[in-house]
């Protein structure tokens, strides 16, 4: 099995691939780095409802999706689940 990535953007601008540790429309937790060293953090609805912002060791980071897009995106992966659920 591998591991969710997705993309989030620091606020120099630059882009990272960070790994999804669980997904709902409330919040997001993603791994930043690998191994010893690396970093859990929650990324939280912003209050428009328009993107994910979360803060890593002093630094902020912004996962650019809707809380819509990211609830679709979890019954999207829920019912290819079922589809290929043994009965």
């Known amino acids: 099995m591998t591991d969710e990535k997705i ?26 780095g690998e191994g010893l060293h ?21 630094r902020e980071i912004i996962y650019e999706r809707s809380v819509r897009q990211v609830r679709d995106d979890i019954l999207r992966h829920q019912r290819e689940q079922d589809r290929y659920r043994v009965r």
């Open 38 to 58: 690396s970093v859990k953090c929650k990324l939280s609805p912003t209050a428009n409802g328009l993107a994910y912002a979360g803060s890593v060791m002093g």
């Open 7 to 32: 993309a989030v953007k620091t606020e120099a601008g630059k882009t990272l691939d960070v790994v999804v540790v669980s997904k709902s429309a409330d919040g997001i937790w993603v791994v930043l």
